[in-house]
Structures are given as structure tokens and as C-alpha cells.
């Protein structure tokens, strides 16, 4: 079965710092790999995704993420936070049948201005 | 930019009481999901259909749940007899036919009381 950790409950971290969210991911095969946005009140964004090809992937906001084969993961970065960046970030894995994603228990990131 | 949509924003309700929640897929889409986040937890799968009948469902879709796509443009959620464990954050989500990411709507707050 599909499993996601996201080891950090809460990051807080300073306007213009570079951020790092961890995600590691359990499953057969080669998943197909997710990062979601939600900010206060809003629904789930995307943000990037990986299906195959080039391990790094470019997404909206100025994010990335990097596939991981031999660690299982698929860490989410970004150079310079902005305020606007503070928002809960879930990591989704999903098979390649399409069907349902699981979802990482997510990280809530704070940005100090 | 197309947007699944999603109504009530919110919705109240008493225990044992019916509620239906509605949700308006992308109109190209072809693969419709449910998914629903308890306070502070994860975003967990609840049912996914598609041409016309449910794929997949998990051990929380029992029988007091159950979808419906009425009219080729809605795609609903009924809880037969509500819960006080079913108040969560309610989200719809649906896909194409060939690209895996899903699409959320901004969900439903469901409080029972």
C-alpha cells in the first residue's frame, strides 16, 4: 500500500530564506508524485508534479522538487520565501492507474517577516 | 482559467440528518473524486467514479455515503444519516482522461451537531 511522511509538522522560517520541506514516499513501483498548496480557508493547489523523466521538476510560485529514487523522496524547495508562501504543503503520491492519491500529513510553514 | 467548484461553502447540520454536497468538475474531466479532511488531519480519499460508476472507494466511504453524477455536470455527495465524526472539510476533485493530476475545489466545511 501507498504511504507518505512528511517529517516536519511546522516550519518556520525568515522572508528571503531558502525552505526545504521533506517527503518521503512508500510504494512498488515508480509513483506518480505530487506537491499541493493550501493556504487559510482555500482548497488544495498544485504545485508540481513528477511523473517520469528529468528528477527535477519546476512547478508555479518558484517552487521545485527533486525525485529521489534511492531515498524514497521528493523534497520540495524554494531559493527565497516570500510572505505569501505561508500555507499548509501536502506531498501526495499516486499510481499510475490514476486512481486515488494519498496524502502526506502535511507542514504548515511560517514565514517571519 | 476552468475551476472545480463546490457548494455550500459551508454547511450545518444535526446529527442523523441528510446532506447532500455539490461540486462542479472541470467540464473536460472524466474522473471525479471525493476526498475529506478532519480538522487539523489529513486529506484522505474517500471515493473516486468514473463513466458513471464508482472505481474505487476506502473503508471510510461505508454505506451511509453515496455519489452521484445527476446531470453530466454535477457531481454530488450524500451522507445519509450524519455523524458527529463526519464534520471535516469535504473536497471534490476530478481529472482528464489522460493527465493523473487532480483538480480541487476550495471544499465544503461540514459541521454536524
Known amino acids: 500500500a501507498q504511504s507518505v511522511t512528511q517529517p516536519d509538522i511546522h516550519i518556520t522560517v525568515s522572508e528571503g530564506a531558502s525552505l526545504e520541506l521533506r517527503c518521503n514516499y512508500s510504494y512498488g513501483a515508480t509513483p506518480y508524485l505530487f506537491w499541493y498548496v493550501q493556504s487559510p480557508g482555500q482548497g488544495l493547489q498544485l504545485l508540481l508534479k513528477y511523473f517520469s523523466g528529468d528528477t527535477l521538476v519546476q512547478g508555479i510560485k518558484g517552487f521545485e522538487a527533486e525525485f529521489k529514487r534511492s531515498q524514497s523522496s521528493f523534497n520540495l524547495r524554494k531559493p527565497s520565501v516570500h510572505w505569501s508562501d505561508a500555507a499548509e504543503y501536502f506531498c501526495a503520491v499516486g499510481a499510475p492507474d490514476g486512481q486515488n492519491f494519498v496524502f502526506g500529513p502535511g507542514t504548515r510553514l511560517s514565514v517571519l517577516p | 482559467e476552468p475551476e472545480v467548484t463546490q457548494t455550500p461553502s459551508h454547511q450545518v447540520t444535526q446529527m442523523g440528518q441528510e446532506v447532500i454536497l455539490r461540486c462542479v468538475p472541470i467540464?473536460?474531466?472524466?474522473?471525479f473524486y471525493w476526498y475529506r479532511q478532519i480538522l487539523g488531519q489529513k486529506v484522505e480519499f474517500l471515493v473516486s467514479f468514473y463513466n458513471n460508476e464508482i472505481s474505487e472507494k476506502s473503508e471510510i466511504f461505508d454505506d451511509q455515503f453515496s455519489v452521484e453524477r445527476p446531470d453530466g455536470s454535477n457531481f454530488t455527495l450524500k451522507i445519509r444519516s450524519t455523524k458527529l465524526e463526519d464534520s471535516a472539510m469535504y473536497f471534490c476533485a476530478s481529472r482528464t482522461g489522460r493527465a493523473y493530476e487532480q483538480y480541487f475545489g476550495p471544499g465544503t466545511r461540514l459541521t454536524v451537531t
Open positions: 467540464s473536460n474531466h472524466l474522473y
